[in-house]
């Protein structure tokens, strides 16, 4: 079945820094670009950051460009996001999402992971 | 703000047609796709490419394309269609991913 899973969520407090992961099963992993969503409480999907196949290429959303770094390790079938800088309204369901080619652009998502929650509060 | 514009919220009975709009004028020129979240789950891919449907969508969701809008249309919507639904596409310079605002469909 091809799934994907994050973890690495929690309460961090303002300015910290938090590492995501996401790990990705059922499929040729290092075959597919994939991306990092999230969802704000109250608030609508944002794209946050999306990584080529070979890991080559990496594309950021404004609001966290300079702060998060998108990362992977094929021979783990892991995604990662370095979450650094934190500020409250980073608070979100964050996602991992397939893309359903191996680079890009144009981008399209296929696979969704359930989502792991980070909390910025003090 | 978003460059993809969506209605808040759209009301349907069940068994009814529901229509969710999207706007945007990158919409002529890239590829929008519909994704369906249901409260307290992951996101779901129910369109893609302006008008496919993804293996194991009901047939009941279609898409169609004029010019700078795309619908999402509901044929005999049911309960399990309450959700948010958002359109996607990429940014004018077609780097970036953008979403539209989000429509939560409500089934009265």
């Known amino acids: 079945q091809v799934q994907l899973m994050e973890s690495g969520g929690g309460v961090v407090h303002p300015g910290g820094s938090r590492r995501l992961s996401c790990v990705g099963s059922g499929f040729m992993f290092n075959g597919y670009a994939v991306h990092w969503v999230r969802r704000a409480p109250g608030k609508g999907l944002e794209w946050v950051a999306v990584?080529?196949?070979?890991?080559?290429?990496?594309y950021y959303g404004d609001p966290v460009k300079g702060r998060f770094t998108i990362s992977r390790d094929n021979s783990k079938n892991t995604l990662y996001l370095q979450l650094n800088g934190l500020r409250s309204d980073d608070t979100a369901m964050y996602y991992c999402?397939?893309?359903?080619?191996?680079?890009?652009?144009?981008?399209?998502?296929?696979?969704w992971g359930q989502g792991t929650m980070v909390t910025v509060s003090s | 703000s978003s460059e993809l514009t969506q209605p808040p919220s759209v009301s349907v009975s069940p068994g009814q047609t529901a229509k969710i709009t999207c706007s945007g004028r990158v919409l002529p020129k890239q590829y929008a796709y519909w994704i369906q979240q249901r409260p307290g789950q992951a996101p779901v891919v129910v369109i893609s490419k302006d008008t496919e449907r993804p293996s194991g969508i009901p047939e009941r969701f279609s898409g169609s394309t004029s010019g700078t809008i795309v619908t999402l249309t509901i044929t005999g919507v049911q309960t399990e269609d309450e959700a948010d639904y958002y359109c996607q596409s990429g940014d004018t310079t077609g780097v970036s991913v953008v979403f539209g605002g989000g429509t939560t469909l409500t089934v009265l």
């Open positions: 999402a397939r893309d359903t080619g191996p680079t890009g652009p144009p981008w399209a998502f296929d696979i």
């Open positions: 990584i080529s196949q070979d890991g080559s290429h990496q």
